[in-house]
C-alpha cells in the first residue's frame, strides 16, 4: 500500500497550469487577418478534454466581457480543434480551403490590432478561458505578413503573455481567398506548441502477489512540432493611425527582452510603405498622397531581431476655416469637413503681421466638428483681419482675408463658398447657413506666399474699406449681410471691384456711342443716295 501511497502523492505535485484553465480554451488568433484581406480575421479553440463538448449557447466576447463577438454553436471533439472565420464583403471566407465550424460578421468591428481582451463564456456565462492583452497583441503580425498568434501550451494560462508566440512559418495549415498560404495553423497543432506538464501516471490495478507496478508506459510518439528557443526581443510600432495627407506623423516604437524590460541598444528602422525608410526609435513621416499604408519597424541587435506592423491611413485634409473674428477677443473657427476623425496636431495658422501658431500635440477632431482657438490663446488677428491655416509641409489649407469693421457680437462665417458678416456669432455650433459637404477646394483665391513679408502689402486702401463699411452701415445690425467678403468672386479679396465697375461702365459707354454714329452715317448716305437719284433722272 506504501507503494501505491507515493503514486497518489505525485499527482498532488502536478505543476498548477495543468488545471489552469478550462477544458475549451482559445488556441489560435489570427487577429490580422490573412494575405487576401485583412478583415478575414478567425480564432481556434482546442477541447483539452477527454470527452466531446457542446458548445451551443456559449459565446466569445471581447473587451473583458463587454462586447460580444461571435455566438458559438455545435460540438467540440476531445483533444480537437474548432475554427471560428469573420465573414465580410470583401472577405466571404478567410480560410477557404478548411471549413470553419462557426462564421458570422463579428461585433465590436472585429478583432483590432492593438490588442483585445477576449473572454469565452459557456451557456451558463462561466469563463472557460480568456486572453487579456487589450494592450497589444504579444504575438502574430500585421502585414505584409499576416503570422498568426499560436498558443504554446494549452494548459497554461491564455493570459501569460510568454505563452503566446508568432507562427514561425515551418508549419501552416489552408489557404486564403487568393490561394495563398494562411500564415498559421487553423484546424491544426500549432507551430509553437509545447506541452509542459508531465503525463498523468494513473496507479495500476493491485496485483494478487504485491509485485512492484509496471512503469508507466512513454506517451506515444508525437507528431507535435517543437520550437527552438522562443524569441528574445518584442518590437512594438504602436497603435494604427489616421492622418492628413502632407502632414507630418510622429511615429515612436520601442523593443523589450521577454521579461518586459526595456532594449535600448538596438538598432531601429521603420519602413514607411511607400518607399520611404528612417532609422530611430521615433521620428517623423510625411505622405504625399492619400492611401492605406502599412508602416513596419524592424529592431536588430546582434543576431537577434524582430518587426513589428501598424495600418496608416493617410486621407484628404479637409479641414477649413469656418469662422473668424479678428482682435483679442476674437476667435478662429475650424471645421472637419471629412467623415474621419482626425488628429490636427502640427497644422499651422499664420496672420498677415507674422504671428504662427501651432496646433498642440494630441488635438482631435471628430469627424463633421468645429473646434475654437480664441486669439487670446493663440495670439493671432489683434491687428491682422488675414489668416492662413497650413500643413507643416508649407502647403495652404485655406486663407480668408476681409477689411470690414465688426461689431461686438459678429464675426465672418462660412456660407457655402463665401463669407459673409453674421449676427449672432456661433463659434463651435454650425454656421447660420451650412456649409457644404463635400466641400469644393480651393477656397484660396489669392497666390500671396504666406511666409512673405509682402502679403499685407496686398490689403485694400483706406478708402476702399472706408466705402465699403458705409455701405455696409447700410444693412440693419441684426441680419447677417448678404455681400460676400471673401471666396465668391476676387472682388471680395483684393478690392477691385470698384475699379472693374469703373472700366464695366466705360466699356458700356463707348457702346453707347456706336447707335448714334450708325444713324448719322445712314443719314449722310440716304441723303447722297437721293442727290444721285436726282442727277441721274436729269441726265436721262
Known amino acids: 500500500m506504501i507503494k501505491y501511497l507515493k503514486y497518489i502523492i505525485s499527482l498532488l505535485f502536478l505543476p498548477a497550469s ?43 466576447f471581447e473587451g473583458g466581457g463587454s462586447t460580444k463577438i461571435i455566438d458559438l454553436a455545435g460540438t467540440i471533439q476531445p483533444q480537437s480543434y474548432f475554427l471560428i472565420e469573420r465573414t465580410t464583403a470583401s472577405s466571404p471566407d478567410p480560410v477557404a480551403d478548411i471549413q470553419a465550424d462557426v462564421s458570422g460578421m463579428f461585433g465590436g468591428s472585429g478583432l483590432s490590432n492593438g490588442g483585445e481582451y477576449l473572454i469565452l463564456k459557456n451557456s451558463s456565462g462561466e469563463i472557460s478561458d480568456e486572453a487579456s492583452f487589450s494592450g497589444g497583441w504579444p504575438a502574430g503580425t500585421a502585414g505584409p505578413d499576416y503570422f498568426s498568434m499560436e498558443r504554446i501550451d494549452p494548459l497554461a494560462s491564455g493570459s501569460l503573455a510568454s505563452n503566446w508566440a508568432s507562427n514561425n512559418n515551418s508549419k501552416t495549415n489552408g489557404h486564403d481567398a487568393l490561394g495563398d498560404p494562411v500564415r498559421g495553423t487553423p484546424k491544426s497543432v500549432n507551430s509553437v506548441f509545447q506541452n509542459s506538464s508531465p503525463p498523468l501516471v494513473v496507479p495500476p490495478p493491485v496485483s494478487s502477489d504485491d509485485s512492484p507496478p509496471p512503469a508507466a508506459s512513454s506517451p506515444p510518439p508525437s507528431s507535435f512540432t517543437v520550437v527552438p528557443p522562443p524569441e528574445v526581443m518584442k518590437v512594438y510600432a504602436g497603435k494604427d493611425i489616421t492622418a492628413l495627407a502632407g502632414q507630418g506623423i510622429d511615429f515612436s516604437g520601442s523593443a523589450k527582452d521577454m521579461r518586459g524590460g526595456a532594449i535600448t541598444n538596438a538598432r531601429f528602422l521603420w519602413n514607411f510603405g511607400d518607399g520611404s525608410t528612417k532609422e530611430g526609435k521615433a521620428t517623423i513621416h510625411t505622405y504625399a498622397f492619400p492611401g492605406i499604408y502599412s508602416a513596419s519597424l524592424h529592431a536588430s541587435m546582434g543576431e537577434d531581431s524582430a518587426s513589428d506592423y501598424i495600418t496608416v491611413e493617410v486621407v484628404s485634409p479637409d479641414i477649413i476655416i469656418s469662422e473668424m473674428k479678428p482682435g483679442s477677443a476674437g476667435f478662429v473657427e475650424l471645421f472637419n469637413a471629412s467623415d474621419k476623425k482626425l488628429e490636427i496636431s502640427g497644422l499651422e495658422m499664420k496672420d498677415s503681421s507674422g504671428g504662427v501658431f501651432s496646433i498642440p500635440n494630441g488635438t482631435l477632431m471628430p469627424q463633421r466638428a468645429y473646434i475654437v482657438f480664441p486669439n487670446e490663446n493663440t495670439k493671432l488677428l489683434s491687428n491682422s483681419s488675414e489668416l492662413w491655416l497650413l500643413l507643416s509641409n508649407g502647403q495652404a489649407l485655406d486663407h480668408i482675408r476681409v477689411q470690414e469693421t465688426l461689431s461686438s457680437n459678429e464675426s465672418f462665417s462660412l456660407a457655402g463658398e463665401t463669407f459673409i458678416r453674421t449676427n449672432p456669432m456661433t463659434p463651435g455650433k454650425p454656421n447660420i447657413e451650412p456649409i457644404p459637404v463635400p466641400r469644393q477646394k480651393p477656397l484660396i483665391k489669392d497666390t500671396i506666399d504666406p511666409r512673405s513679408a509682402e502679403a499685407a502689402s496686398s490689403s485694400k486702401t483706406p478708402a476702399d474699406a472706408t466705402e465699403e463699411n458705409t455701405e455696409a452701415s447700410s444693412s440693419p445690425s441684426n441680419t447677417a449681410s448678404a455681400s ?41 448716305l440716304g441723303a447722297a443716295g437721293s442727290i444721285g437719284f436726282i442727277f441721274l433722272k436729269k441726265m436721262l
Open 484 to 524: 460676400p467678403v471673401f471666396g465668391g468672386d476676387a472682388e471680395g479679396i483684393s478690392g477691385n471691384g470698384k475699379n472693374e465697375a469703373a472700366s464695366g461702365n466705360a466699356g458700356f459707354t463707348n457702346l453707347a456711342l456706336g447707335p448714334m454714329a450708325f444713324l448719322i452715317i445712314s443719314a449722310l
Open 18 to 60: 495543468f488545471c489552469f484553465a478550462g477544458d475549451v480554451v482559445i488556441n489560435e488568433i489570427g487577429w490580422s487577418g490573412t494575405p487576401a484581406s485583412q478583415y478575414g480575421e478567425w480564432v481556434e479553440f482546442y477541447n483539452t478534454s477527454d470527452s466531446s463538448v457542446s458548445l451551443d449557447g456559449w459565446t466569445l
